[in-house]
């Protein structure tokens, strides 16, 4: 069973470019979660897909925008970037339980540097 | 004033300490989690729970819902233990998680 990968591990970008971050959920979770960490910051939550749908977004503008794959990968796309952008960016699977209860295990991160 | 606080911010231990880290919230939730991150940025998930008490090796956490309180605790507590613990609840109905700024355990040999 392989854990959550994201790639790349660092990105260097400068601002009005456009970026993709990509994410490969753990075997078997079908929903996969980004969040945003800005430096000395808790994780800020992006958006979450269920079975390539999204389901549920936090407080983040459009040019944020993702996708998840029928194989359950997801990517994060963020258009006209901007210097508060600099960041690191976490993905997370889980599958949700019976319960509704659902334990997310985190990627290593993408941390992004716009210039 | 966030939705999740916790406290302390910074904490120094010396070595064989027993560490509390609390943290309380202002939403319904339907469950908790308590995450530890390395310098490097990885998070591990080391609890979710959504009543009473879990217990990992030398980790505790408990939680009490009415209250909106959860603590984690740390028996014997050693120089690897350094990292930041953080807190993130998960509002009832969603599946979003909010998460609290973090407590920067250091601890001393």
């Known amino acids: 069973e392989t854990g959550v990968t994201q790639s790349p591990t660092h990105l260097i970008k400068t601002r009005g470019q456009q970026v993709t971050l990509r994410c490969s959920s753990q075997s078997g979770h079908n929903t996969v979660s980004w969040y945003q960490q800005a430096l000395g910051q808790g994780p800020q939550f992006i958006f979450q897909y269920y079975r390539e749908e999204e389901n549920g977004r936090g407080n983040f503008p459009p040019r944020f925008s993702g996708l998840q794959f029928p194989n359950y990968s997801s990517e994060l796309n963020v258009n006209a970037l901007e210097l508060d952008d600099s960041a690191l960016y976490l993905c997370?699977?889980?599958?949700?339980?019976?319960?509704?209860?659902?334990?997310?295990?985190f990627g290593p991160g993408t941390r992004l540097t716009v210039l | 004033k966030n939705e999740v606080e916790q406290s302390p911010q910074n904490l120094t231990a010396q070595e064989g300490e027993f560490i509390t880290i609390n943290c309380s919230y202002s939403?319904?939730?339907?469950?908790l989690h308590w995450l530890q991150q390395h310098p490097g940025g990885g998070i591990v998930s080391l609890f979710m729970?959504?009543?009473g008490k879990k217990k990992h090796g030398r980790l505790i956490a408990t939680i009490n819902i009415q209250e909106k309180h959860s603590s984690l605790h740390i028996t014997a507590s050693h120089p690897r233990d350094s990292a930041v613990y953080i807190c993130a609840p998960r509002t009832s109905g969603t599946y979003k998680y909010i998460f609290g700024t973090g407590t920067r355990l250091k601890v001393l040999a």
């Open positions: 939403v319904g939730i339907s469950a």
């Open positions: 997370a699977s889980s599958f949700p339980g019976l319960a509704g209860v659902d334990e997310q295990f």
């Open positions: 729970l959504s009543s």
